[in-house]
């Protein structure tokens, strides 16, 4: 079946190569021209991008998308479409769902819900039975579905010889083990980073070593067994300090960092608000400035949002009860811009190019925007200002931090393998 032909106009192209002004002709899925001046073709929509940078689709390393389990929270219609509103073309879905993405089956279903969503909905498998921690899951299986991620995200591995035993059975099956780094001896019931803010608040606090712990174990696993290992959600400067000589090393350590964490502090705490519960725990500044840091000289790889959506029935509970997690996929982008003093190629770097390697997904997002590539594409006026409003969010839960906040930049196309999920700011599925 023929795939509309469209043409965006008048935007600066920025992909891994380089920035070039040129107009994109797209049929049939693929990009079919990319040079200034194109002509209009018979027919052809006009995506205007007058202003804007066209750039590869974000690929987000780390989205809840709730299903199957919670969708009164989240679903993966609902929650892919604010991805492309938020830029994206891929997500990784993680698999602390009900039940757990822990069998062929249960992920095959995400993936069959994923056919008909607004982004591409890849999964990541749990590493674990039931993400329990005692007993690998059919890690082979799931990679044979196309999975290449693996995590019990939501919590990490405890047992350091199991954590080994599974490295050495990804690096033989070629996929990747994703760590939610926290070592739960430490953790215990915290509710926010373990500081002055804590004992200020006389909250449970859980200390940074908690997540420092587990990334010098697992970054010692690495080295062990040769396996590569991806961090999620680094959170603190020890961890992101570890990581750049982990590199400096040679191993083969990845890492991302998400925008509540280079945004806002433990500080914000302060009023017991639980939009602000977030885990790994909003930390003090020197820690924000330390993901900052990382993300300009490259220690952190990737901006992935924690996207976590939850119903003020759950969420709106005392601070020490309520589940961690906050929104993220319609504003990380703009956080982004707004927030990091970086050149938008390098912001896009880490939202694009570079997770979609780590995710596996670079033969479909992330490439060069040349003849012939996958036509997955955003087009982003990194000018235009907005004020988030956490009502007309398409996410189907409103936890955002950021309600009422300007952002600058602004997604106006998005664009799934040659079709508009996003015209002029709107969701067209
Ligand atoms: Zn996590």
Same mark, same amino acid.
């Given at each position: 079946?023929a795939?509309p032909?469209?043409?965006?106009?008048?935007?600066?192209?920025?992909?891994?190569?380089?920035?070039?002004?040129?107009?994109?002709?797209v049929?049939?899925?693929?990009? *079919? @021209?990319v $040079? /200034?001046?194109?002509?209009?073709?018979?027919? #052809?929509?006009? &995506?205007?991008?007058?202003?804007? !940078? +066209? %750039?590869?689709?974000l690929?987000?390393?780390?989205t809840?998308?709730r299903?199957?389990? *919670? @969708?009164? $929270? /989240?679903?993966?219609?609902?929650?892919t479409? #604010?991805?492309? &509103?938020g830029?994206?073309?891929? !997500? +990784? %879905?993680?698999?602390?769902?009900?039940?757990?993405?822990?069998?062929?089956?249960?992920v *095959?279903?995400?993936? /069959?819900?994923?056919?008909?969503?607004?982004?591409?909905?890849a999964?990541?498998?749990?590493?674990? !039975?039931?993400?329990?921690?005692?007993?690998?899951a059919?890690?082979a299986?799931l990679?044979?579905?196309?999975v290449?991620?693996?995590t019990d995200?939501?919590?990490?591995v405890?047992?350091?010889?199991?954590?080994r035993?599974?490295?050495?059975?990804?690096?033989?099956?070629?996929?990747?083990?994703?760590?939610?780094?926290?070592?739960?001896?430490?953790?215990?019931d915290?509710?926010?980073?373990?500081?002055?803010?804590s004992?200020?608040?006389?909250?449970?606090?859980?200390p940074?070593?908690?997540?420092e712990?587990?990334?010098?174990?697992?970054?010692?696993l690495?080295?062990?067994?040769?396996?590569?290992?991806?961090?999620?959600?680094?959170?603190?400067a020890?961890?992101?300090?570890?990581?750049?000589?982990?590199?400096?090393?040679?191993l083969?350590?990845?890492a991302?960092?998400a925008?509540?964490?280079?945004?806002?502090?433990?500080?914000?705490?302060?009023?017991?608000?639980?939009v602000?519960?977030?885990?790994?725990?909003?930390?003090?500044?020197?820690?924000?400035?330390?993901v900052?840091?990382?993300?300009?000289?490259?220690?952190?790889?990737?901006?992935?949002?924690?996207h976590?959506?939850?119903?003020?029935e759950?969420?709106?509970?005392?601070?020490?009860?309520?589940?961690?997690?906050m929104?993220?996929?319609?504003t990380?982008?703009a956080?982004?811009?707004?927030?990091?003093?970086?050149?938008?190629?390098?912001?896009?770097?880490l939202?694009?190019?570079?997770?979609?390697?780590?995710?596996?997904?670079?033969d479909?997002?992330?490439?060069p925007?040349?003849?012939?590539?996958?036509?997955n594409?955003?087009?982003?006026?990194?000018?235009?200002?907005?004020?988030?409003?956490?009502?007309?969010?398409?996410?189907?839960?409103?936890?955002t931090?950021?309600?009422g906040?300007?952002l600058?930049?602004?997604?106006?196309?998005?664009?799934?393998?040659?079709?508009?999920t996003?015209?002029?700011?709107?969701?067209?599925?």
């Amino acid at each position: 079946m023929a795939e509309p032909t469209f043409i965006i106009t008048g935007g600066t192209v920025i992909d891994a190569t380089g920035e070039q002004r040129a107009d994109v002709l797209v049929y049939d899925g693929l990009v *079919r @021209e990319v $040079a /200034e001046g194109l002509d209009v073709p018979l027919g #052809a929509t006009v &995506l205007d991008a007058g202003g804007c !940078v +066209v %750039a590869p689709g974000l690929v987000d390393l780390h989205t809840h998308l709730r299903e199957p389990g *919670r @969708e009164e $929270a /989240e679903t993966v219609e609902t929650g892919t479409r #604010a991805a492309a &509103l938020g830029g994206y073309t891929a !997500v +990784v %879905a993680m698999p602390n769902t009900d039940p757990p993405l822990d069998t062929a089956a249960a992920v *095959r279903q995400v993936l /069959e819900l994923g056919r008909s969503a607004s982004a591409q909905v890849a999964v990541a498998g749990a590493i674990t !039975v039931g993400r329990a921690g005692e007993r690998l899951a059919p890690m082979a299986e799931l990679a044979e579905l196309g999975v290449h991620l693996f995590t019990d995200d939501g919590a990490g591995v405890q047992s350091a010889g199991l954590m080994r035993k599974a490295m050495e059975y990804a690096r033989g099956i070629g996929v990747t083990l994703a760590q939610h780094c926290e070592d739960g001896s430490l953790a215990c019931d915290g509710a926010m980073h373990e500081g002055a803010w804590s004992s200020r608040l006389g909250l449970p606090g859980m200390p940074a070593a908690a997540e420092e712990v587990m990334v010098a174990r697992d970054i010692a696993l690495s080295r062990l067994t040769g396996a590569p290992v991806h961090f999620l959600h680094l959170s603190t400067a020890a961890s992101i300090d570890l990581v750049r000589r982990a590199k400096a090393d040679g191993l083969a350590i990845t890492a991302e960092a998400a925008p509540h964490h280079f945004t806002l502090t433990d500080a914000e705490t302060a009023g017991y608000d639980p939009v602000f519960k977030v885990n790994p725990p909003l930390r003090p500044q020197s820690d924000v400035d330390a993901v900052r840091a990382g993300l300009a000289d490259g220690a952190i790889d990737a901006i992935a949002t924690d996207h976590a959506p939850h119903t003020p029935e759950t969420k709106d509970l005392p601070f020490d009860q309520a589940p961690p997690g906050m929104l993220g996929l319609e504003t990380a982008l703009a956080l982004a811009i707004t927030e990091l003093d970086l050149p938008l190629a390098r912001i896009l770097a880490l939202l694009s190019w570079q997770p979609a390697a780590i995710a596996g997904l670079a033969d479909d997002h992330g490439g060069p925007i040349v003849s012939g590539a996958v036509a997955n594409l955003c087009v982003i006026d990194p000018t235009e200002t907005w004020t988030v409003d956490a009502t007309a969010l398409a996410s189907r839960s409103q936890n955002t931090p950021y309600a009422g906040r300007t952002l600058r930049g602004r997604v106006r196309h998005t664009v799934l393998r040659g079709t508009p999920t996003v015209f002029e700011h709107e969701a067209q599925r």
